[in-house]
């Protein structure tokens, strides 16, 4: 079965600090791998999509690994601010035929406290 | 331009009604999605529409679930005979096309409590 998921559930920093969110996946065959943000209220938002060759890549403040030996990718967020407090959401799409068969993890809730 | 967008933004119900939940995707996309997200559980997929093709319903969880996409434009989710467990977040995205390297855009979500 086709599974992500994501460490730690939550997390609580202070404004300028970094942090790394983990995804590890069993997803097979794999295809890519997306970071989504989701502010409360609104509907995830793409950060990153990265492929098999793709080790890493960023988008800003954000800075996404993978390893797609070990089937895990990180998100880093370098000096964070009050505006990156949202739910962070690692979804994984399987090189399936047909079928929009995306397996979404369960978030990490980031709270950046002033 | 506009994005996704989905009304009403939150709908209280009883149980045993029926609901509809509609959503606006972006001009041009052909491919719309539905997906369920309940507290603390990840995204679960519902329904896709590509073109005029048929829908995949492999992810509706009941016979009280139905979806429509008139005119390859607009989307109506419509649950039947609400239950407590319905409740969740409906939100629906939209893409280019149907392909997993293709960004699917979400709308703000319709949130469902069923009383």
């Known amino acids: 079965k086709n599974q992500v998921e994501q460490s730690p559930q939550s997390l609580i920093i202070l404004e300028g600090k970094n942090c790394t969110l983990q995804c590890n996946y069993t997803v097979s065959p794999f295809s890519n791998l997306r970071w989504y943000k989701q502010d409360t209220g609104r509907g995830p938002v793409s950060l990153t999509i990265m492929t098999f060759s793709e080790n890493t890549k960023s988008n800003g403040r954000y800075t996404a690994t993978l390893d797609a030996d070990t089937k895990q990718s990180s998100l880093h967020i370098t000096a964070s601010q009050p505006s990156d407090s949202a739910s962070y959401i690692c979804?994984?799409?399987?090189?399936?035929?047909?079928?929009?068969?995306?397996?979404f993890g369960t978030g990490t809730q980031l709270k950046v406290e002033l | 331009g506009a994005g996704v967008s989905q009304s009403p933004s939150n709908k209280v119900t009883e149980k045993g009604k029926d609901v509809e939940l509609r959503c606006d995707p972006i001009s041009g996309h052909t491919a719309l999605y539905w997906y369920r997200q309940s507290l603390g559980q990840g995204l679960e997929f519902l329904i896709y529409?590509?073109?005029?093709?048929?829908?995949?319903k492999s992810g509706l969880p009941s016979d009280r679930f139905s979806a429509e996409r008139t005119g390859g434009s607009v989307s109506t989710l419509t649950i039947q005979r609400t239950q407590q467990e319905d409740s969740a977040v409906y939100l629906c995205?939209?893409?280019?096309?149907?392909?997993?390297?293709?960004?699917?855009?979400f709308g703000p979500g319709t949130r469902l409590t069923v009383l």
């Open positions: 995205a939209s893409s280019l096309k149907q392909s997993s390297y293709n960004e699917q855009f």
């Open positions: 979804v994984v799409s399987a090189l399936t035929g047909g079928g929009n068969k995306l397996t």
């Open positions: 529409f590509q073109g005029n093709s048929a829908p995949d």
